[in-house]
């Protein structure tokens, strides 16, 4: 794409004609790719700071403008909207230029089903079918001991069954040992309203929600009022509900002394790799923490700890009143979102002294340690290498890991039905999904020079040109194939990039270009080893591969003897039924729905006379 300048590309994309109303714009690169999705109050003076000649920009926007083709826009009624709309297409195109927040793995969320009798248990999978989903909840053992109160302390039911109003009310259900053991009220006969049992889904959201100390109060008032109507029976079990929950708010971490809700944001950042943590602090009491890791971050700080706040709440149901920051982050659009999803004025604290900075310390403390552990992790991960991998770049001198190998073979009869594969080992392990088999078409007689240049052109300059380069290059077979297989790379331009050998089977020499004598590895070494896999490898998908194409030609020449049975007959008979056997024992009509009936009473007077 040709370079333009600031203004240049302004007027390209026609920023002055841009309507000055909130929108969420696109910026697509020469592909029709999007590469950044953003939100604006006024479309026009946003998409304006993009290309104000000589005002200063930082690296990640210098690059983004050079990558700039085209602007899509979408027209919104307010800013909220576009903040909503603009984390939608975040998530479905996966913009280069933006903030992805992504977990380390993958956590479990609670639901609550859509359904005239919800059940309540956890789940990875979330199914948009109008369904309640609470998390995720990042500690395992919290979670199991979340899940054992709700089901000690509220009868719901566990099993699928379609139970609706209408199905209940004719009596095609009975109820299980749920019920008989006091764990199940029993919707399934009726048992109990759907007014009561919605009213202990209601209460188990006070749980999910933090506002256990609410629901307690509520619970000691129906036991009460159980006791002053005489029904002690079920004021105790009321009661044994009580302490069961009682138990669990017990255990749970206090952090605030004022029992409020707040959301508590901290980040911490090493280099361009940064981590967030949210503690979600409800009734003073801590219920939740979830971190984000981002990777390569390019943004300031403040730009970071907006898109969380924003990509944070568009996905949460409950909002608090508090909402703490390490450092004040100045965005309407954001508050105004909050402002409108809770119904209420939302604060936003930066607290510099007292129990609330010692919670947002506490916060930045897990960043740091979960961005260190992560980094950690990686700085392992980079460091296992198979010695086998490590070995083989010792022994021939390679500039860097062979972490990627590719090796080619061919495979032929007499020089018919030519061949070629090639096997892809990545970190001195076989990747099958990257193998692949060629039928050679240039290739006359018995030539296996030609079968050598022929493959390699065509893996490095066709269709699997956009694949990975290799840092190794394997070619079964001597001097002459390396060279067919050089010369093929120089004709594709790639000739150097990455390192070629040879690997003669008689010997098990190793051939390197420009060195006049071969390097024989020690017959026990583990880089050996690794050449010999692929190497092997390589040969049998070849041969398979070969075997394949010989049998179908053998088959379908057997075919061609009968008379008035040509090549391509012989093809379209072989794809409907499969095999040569299945022709055989085939009914002339069932023969006639593929070829005509002369045909078909020919083939038939074959295999039948």
Known sequence: MEKLSPSELAAKLRVSTLPTVPCVYLYKNEAGEVIYVGKAKNLRNRV??????????????????????????????????????????????????????????SYPYIRITNEDYPRVFKTRRVVKDGSKYYGPYTDGTFLYYLMKTIRAVFPLRTCELPLTTDNVKTGRFTVCLEYHIKRCDGPCENLISQEEYLAYIHQVEQILT????????????????????????????????????????????VVSADSADRDVFALARIGNN??????????????????????????????????????????????????MLPFAVDDESVIEFLRM????????????????????????????HLLRELLLQ??????????????????????????????????????????????????????????????????????????????????????????????????????????????????????????????????????????????????????????????????????????????????????EQINGVGAKTAARLLIALGSVESIKHASKEQLMEIVSKKVAESIYGYFHS
């Not at 993009?50 to 307010?78: C, W």
């Not at 509520?218 to 079990?237: G, N």
């Open 210 to 253: 933090g506002r256990s100390n609410d629901l307690e109060l509520q619970m000691e008032q129906h036991m009460q009022q159980l006791s002053d109507e005489l029904r002690f029976e079920e004021a105790r079990i009321v009661l044994k509900r009580l302490e069961r929950l009682r138990e669990y708010t017990a255990k749970q971490k």
């Open 378 to 559: 990686q700085a392992q991960k980079d460091q296992v290498m198979p010695r086998a991998v490590m070995s083989l770049q010792r022994d021939l001198h390679l500039s860097k890991l062979p972490r990627r190998i590719e090796c080619f073979d061919n495979s032929h009869m007499q020089g018919t039905d030519y061949v070629s594969s090639m096997v892809v080992f990545v970190d001195g392990k076989p990747r099958s999904s990257e193998f692949r088999t060629f039928r050679l078409r240039t290739v006359e007689g018995n030539n296996d020079f030609d079968a050598m240049k022929e493959v390699i052109t065509r893996r490095y300059s066709g269709s699997l040109k956009d694949m990975p380069l290799p840092d190794l290059c394997i070619i079964d077979g001597g001097r002459g194939q390396l060279n067919a297989a050089l010369d093929a790379l120089r004709s594709v331009g790639i000739a150097g990039s990455f390192t070629v050998i040879g690997l003669a089977k008689k010997l098990e020499e190793v051939i390197v270009p420009g060195e006049q004598d071969s390097v024989f590895l020690p017959k026990t070494s583990s880089s050996l080893r690794l050449l010999q896999q692929a190497r092997d490898q390589a040969h049998r998908v070849a041969i398979n591969y070969h075997r394949k194409l010989r049998s179908s030609r053998t088959l379908q020449s057997e075919l």
């Open 48 to 105: 304006r700071q993009y290309f104000q000649e000589g005002k200063p920009v930082d690296a990640k926007t210098m690059v983004l403008r050079s990558k700039i083709a085209s602007l899509e826009y979408i027209v919104t009624d307010t800013e909220p909207e576009a903040l909503l709309l603009e984390n939608t297409l975040i998530k479905e195109h996966k913009p280069k230029y933006n903030i992805l927040l992504k977990d380390d793995k």
């Open 341 to 368: 999803k809770s119904g209420k004025k939302v604060e936003f604290l930066v607290p510099k002294i007292g129990d609330k900075k010692k919670l947002l310390s506490l916060a930045e403390t897990n960043a740091d």
């Open 274 to 323: 940064v981590c967030t943590v949210i503690f979600t602090v409800r009734n003073g009491q801590l219920t939740g923490k979830r971190h984000f890791f981002i990777k390569q971050a390019t943004d300031t700080d403040g730009d970071i700890l907006r898109s969380v706040i924003e990509q944070w709440y568009v996905e949460q149901d409950h909002v608090p009143a508090e909402v």
